[in-house]
């Protein structure tokens, strides 16, 4: 850990402010004043019970520290009772809000369809053009919010996806299917490259999906022009193995340490795609998490990175 970022853990009125507590609420900067308040009452009692010989008089002294430490312990509990409450209350307000945005949402995408293949021959090409953007943005705040409602879910503990038996060559082809119009686009090249007859694996299908749409699609987004995307699958000891290799822009190694935190997002890939919400990779992460898999990458940047996930066959 850097002397920077030891003098900012420090910072109890940054901490404070960023939790909206105040001072006496904030229970890094009262779990400090309690440890001082220990030490000194050890010393003081030490110094104390040598120069005198009265019981009664030590007796007083670690009642009243013992009372001290008793309200700063009341006032810590309260804080983190607080922030337990403010937290509970921001997953709940996520939860409504994507809930409420969703059914319009996708009203709104099945109106569009209706209108793209009903009415196409009849837009002129500006009428398609806007109706395609349309399209695209609606598409995008869906994506926001299922995004939301997985990220509620996990915070609350009810992601709810019940393992079965699936086989993880058959769902990457599909997805890589899907992807093949934006790896096109993007000038990208798709490559599988996996092992005959692999074992079923022990996974939710949605949330594979979910895990190989999302790390698919960064590979291809983050690629620079004319790059290439490798998917590689194996079989490793008791569990089966997925590789995605890019040849993009890298993750910067200052960068690697919070790559699976949710709303992060690096700074060199802004440059390229201010698109995401940052939530991808802590939601992937959780998904294979719950499968009792293993999750990581290898990144060099402006060379390339290498995901990768591991889930047991039984």
Partial sequence: ???????????????????????????????????????????????????????????????????????????????????????????????????????????????????????????????SERLQIIKENNQRMINLVNDLLNLSRIEQGKLGLTPEKISLDKITR??????????????????????????????NSQGMELVLNNMIDNAIRYTKK??????????????????????GVGIPKGDQNKIFQKFFRSQNIMKYQTEGTGLGLFIAKAVIKNAKGQIGFFSKENKGTIFWFEIPIK
């Fill in 1 to 127: 850990m850097s002397i920077k970022k030891i003098f900012q853990e420090l910072n109890f009125v940054e901490q404070c402010k960023k939790n909206s507590l105040t001072l006496w609420e904030c229970p890094s900067f009262l779990f400090l004043i309690i440890s001082f308040i220990t030490i000194l009452a050890i010393l003081s009692t030490y110094i104390i019970t040598v120069k005198y010989t009265q019981p009664e008089i030590v007796a007083l002294i670690v009642i009243g520290v013992t009372a001290i430490l008793f309200i700063i312990n009341y006032l810590i509990v309260q804080g983190s009772e607080k922030l337990a409450q403010i937290n509970q209350m921001k997953t709940e307000f996520v939860n409504i809000a994507s809930h409420q945005l969703r059914a319009p949402l996708t009203g709104i995408k099945w109106a569009i369809n209706l209108m793209d293949s009903n009415q196409a021959e009849k837009l002129t090409k500006e009428q």
């Fill in 174 to 203: 599909k997805i890589i299917k899907e992807h093949s119009l934006i790896a096109k686009a993007n000038n990208t090249e798709l490559f599988l490259d996996s092992e005959p007859n692999l074992p079923l694996i022990s996974i």
């Fill in 226 to 247: 004319s790059g290439t995307v490798k998917i590689k699958l194996s079989k490793k000891n008791s569990s089966v193995r997925c590789e995605i290799e890019d040849n």
